[in-house]
């Protein structure tokens, strides 16, 4: 497992844009892809995208064309560039991280490292 710390979540408009980071520390050549997830209050908590070690992305079909999702592997970073946001998008989002041994996993019970998530929240 590796330690993560998400930054960069706010209050803004409805068609603002902003950038979360993911900082990782640990043993990084333990894990592999690193994705986000968002959990709005009473739902399940959902993928938003998730990136490997090698940059391959998957974005999830609700945000494709309005987020991107990006790694520094040299900064131990992901990040997730969000525009054009909508109302829907108000949550609560987390960085995870697999272990190596999956690939591209869209599983959540594969993540086995967590942030402690930071706040989004987009206003009509």
């Known amino acids: 497992q590796v330690q993560l710390v998400e930054s960069g979540g706010g209050l803004v408009q409805a068609g603002e844009s902003l950038r979360l980071s993911c900082v990782a520390s640990?043993?990084?050549?333990?894990?592999?892809?690193m994705a986000w997830y968002r959990q709005a209050p009473g739902k399940q908590r959902e993928l938003v995208a998730a990136?490997?070690?090698?940059?391959?992305?998957h974005v999830a079909d609700s945000v494709k064309g309005r987020f991107t999702i990006s790694r520094d592997n040299m900064k131990n970073a992901m990040y997730l560039r969000m525009s054009s946001l909508r109302p829907a998008d108000t949550a609560v989002y987390y960085c995870?991280?697999?272990?190596?041994?999956?690939?591209?996993?869209?599983?959540?019970?594969?993540?086995?490292?967590w942030g402690q998530g930071t706040q989004v929240t987009v206003s009509s």
């Open positions: 995870a991280a697999a272990p190596r041994r999956h690939g591209l996993t869209l599983r959540l019970d594969d993540y086995d490292s």
């Open positions: 640990g043993n990084m050549y333990s894990i592999n892809a």
């Open positions: 990136i490997t070690s090698r940059h391959t992305p």
